[in-house]
Each structure stands twice: as structure tokens, then as C-alpha cells.
């Protein structure tokens, strides 16, 4: 019993995990500890490629056509269908350049903060159950661990704007760090009401405590998604992830009309793909996390979990883009008050009055 509703279990194709259904397939399982590693490893090449393609779609093209689409401009267009072919001509393009690293640059940790901003990113999907068998680990505290790598990432960006020896690039350090710790904070705390709803941090049994209908319409039936049966925290974890994720109108630490472009100033040719592909797969990390924990994660009509995540993950891409787009960048100092005086304040007073109903509901 959940919140005083029944926790239905996971459908039999998406309990086993992408690791032992590609040893099961291969025969790689009948060679021990190795074959699992190996299992392992092609599980997550798979992962992690799908997810760096959706990047390599949404950086180069689809950010540049949803922006135009509501600024009422013609985007990329001249490569391709539907100008899809920039995707290509922007990776020769970038990856191509020369790469000009500052003459007082601390180097390795200049070199190490894009790997650290992608791979942190990439480390989150690890334990997200994207559906149709889709899942590399399920641990225990699945949620504590995609929260904890998902936050390495402010690490990355204070090397990079300390690393660069340029002021701007300094700036933006400071900004992301003040930043990341002011919503960081109130993204945890609202993620753990959900966390008391479900009575657990494992990724697929929040998901499955959402599987219940809620109401049962005859015809429809409306599902017990977090999102339904607590909007207040929905609404909180989705401002507080656009703040984690820097977009607008919390996109301070890069704000190209005050501080050429924060952190990553001093970046070009691959360092800058990497992180700018670190950006996009945080986004995408971000729309996963709100997917799995109050969107029913890969539940879904008719369609193959798999693409009802997708379907899920790219909505919240668009509500980003839309914000870009219509909403004004904040000032700092409006950024930081606003996230210790009020998502503070609004998270925490979120988990004491869940707490205090489903311990009324039990």
C-alpha cells in the first residue's frame, strides 16, 4: 500500500534488466563474472549512445527549429530534409576547429571538466527504467544516486571557470556553483516526497507505485502519476530543474550579454562539443528524473514503454526551449533569493505536509 493506494508491479518484460536479457541472448551468462561485465558494458554503450543521439538531434537542429517556431523565424533549412543534415555539418564543423586552450590555463583540470560535465550526465541514465526492458541497474537507492551523480556536474563547471585563467570564465564558475547549491537543495527535498508516496529510492518501484489508477472513469482511467496526485511538488521540481539544468531564465553562469559565455568562454573545437553535448544530456537527464518520478516513467497506452519515455523526456525538452524563448533571464542576485527564499521554503513545507497525509492515509 502506497499513500493509501496499491503499488501494481512492473510488467514481466521490464523486471529483467538490459544487462541479463543481453547475456541471456548471447550466452555471454555462461562465462561468468567476465560474460556479465561484457553484458554490462554493451548494455551501456547502448544506453549511452541512444542518449547521445537524441543530443546530436536536439543541439544542432531541433533547439535552432523550436526556437524559430516561436520566435517566428526560419531555421535551418538548406542542408538536408528539413535542414536535418546540420547535424552533420555542425560535428565536422566544431570538430574540425582548432583547439586553443589559454596560455595560463591549470591544465589537467582545464582538459577534465568537460568529460566530468558530459560523463556525470550519462552516469544518471544508468539506473532510469526507460521501458520495453530498457534498464541497465536497479539499486536500492536508485533516486539518492542519480541525484548525487547528476550533481558532480557543478564540480565540471567550477574547474572549467577556474581552469581557464579569464575572469568571465571565473564568473561563471561562481554563478554555476551559487547556483546548483541554492536548487540543488530544494530539487532533493522535493524529490523525496515522492519518495514518501512511493516508500522507496528504488527507481522501478516509483514507477510501479504510480501504475494504480486514481480515479477510474468508466471508459478512462486517469493513472496515479506524482504529477496528478501532487502537482504543488511537480510544479516545484520542474522550476528547480530548470534552474540545475541552466536554462532560462536561470541561465546566469553563461549569460552571453554579461559575461561572454560564463564558464565555457575559453572552450573550443571538441571541449566545447563535450560541453555542449553536457548541457543538452543534463536536460534530457532532467526530463528522465521528472519522467520516472512523477510522469509513471515509461507507462503509457498502446505504445512500447520505450516510447512513451521518449515521448515523455522530449515534452519536457520543448517546455525548456519554450521558456528560452519566452522567458527573460533573471539577475542573479533575483536567482538566488528566489531559490533559498522561496523553493526553499515552498519545498520543505511540501515534504512536511506530504508526510503529514500519507501518514493520516496509512
Not at 544487462?19 to 555462461?30: A, H, K, S, V, Y
Request: glycine share 10%.
Amino acid at each position: 500500500m502506497v499513500g493509501g493506494l496499491t503499488a501494481v508491479p512492473l510488467q514481466s518484460d521490464d523486471t529483467v534488466l538490459l544487462p541479463e536479457r543481453i547475456g541471456d541472448l548471447t550466452g555471454l551468462d555462461g562465462f561468468g563474472v567476465g560474460g556479465e561485465l561484457l553484458a554490462t558494458f554493451i548494455a551501456a554503450f547502448i544506453i549511452g549512445n541512444l542518449m547521445l543521439a537524441m543530443t546530436g538531434v536536439a543541439g544542432p537542429w531541433a533547439k535552432r527549429k523550436i526556437t524559430a517556431a516561436f520566435t517566428d523565424r526560419i531555421a535551418v533549412n538548406r542542408l538536408g530534409p528539413a535542414g536535418l543534415f546540420i547535424i552533420v555539418a555542425d560535428a565536422v564543423r566544431l570538430l574540425s576547429k582548432e583547439l586553443i586552450v589559454p596560455e595560463n590555463a591549470d591544465r589537467p583540470a582545464y582538459d577534465l571538466a568537460p568529460i566530468v560535465v558530459a560523463g556525470s550526465a550519462l552516469l544518471g541514465f544508468a539506473v532510469i527504467p526507460m521501458g520495453s526492458g530498457i534498464h541497465l541497474a536497479d539499486p536500492e537507492v536508485g533516486l539518492a544516486y542519480v541525484f548525487a551523480v547528476a550533481g558532480i556536474a557543478s564540480l565540471g563547471l567550477v574547474m572549467a571557470g577556474y581552469a581557464s585563467a579569464n575572469k568571465y570564465s571565473m564568473l561563471g564558475g561562481l554563478r554555476a556553483v551559487a547556483q546548483n547549491i541554492a536548487y540543488e537543495i530544494p530539487l532533493v527535498v522535493t524529490g523525496m516526497s515522492v519518495v514518501i508516496f512511493a516508500g522507496s529510492l528504488q527507481t522501478s518501484e516509483i514507477v510501479a507505485a504510480q501504475a494504480e489508477p486514481l480515479f477510474d472513469l468508466g471508459i478512462v482511467a486517469i493513472p496515479a502519476w506524482y504529477a496528478l496526485v501532487n502537482p504543488f511538488a511537480f510544479v516545484l521540481f520542474l522550476v528547480a530543474n530548470f534552474a540545475e539544468v541552466g536554462r532560462n531564465p536561470f541561465d546566469t553562469p553563461e549569460a552571453p550579454t554579461e559575461i561572454v559565455a560564463g564558464y565555457q568562454t575559453e572552450y573550443s573545437s571538441v571541449y566545447f562539443v563535450l560541453i555542449y553535448l553536457g548541457e543538452f544530456l543534463h536536460i534530457f537527464l532532467g526530463g528522465a528524473i521528472i519522467a520516472t518520478i512523477f510522469l509513471g516513467g515509461p507507462a503509457g497506452p498502446l505504445l512500447p514503454g520505450i516510447v512513451w519515455f521518449l515521448i515523455k523526456i522530449w515534452a519536457i525538452f520543448l517546455l525548456t526551449q519554450w521558456l528560452r524563448s519566452a522567458v527573460p533571464r533573471v539577475r542573479i542576485d533575483q536567482l538566488i533569493e528566489i531559490g533559498w527564499k522561496g523553493l526553499l521554503v515552498l519545498s520543505f513545507a511540501n515534504l512536511v505536509l506530504t508526510a503529514v497525509i500519507v501518514g493520516l492515509i496509512a
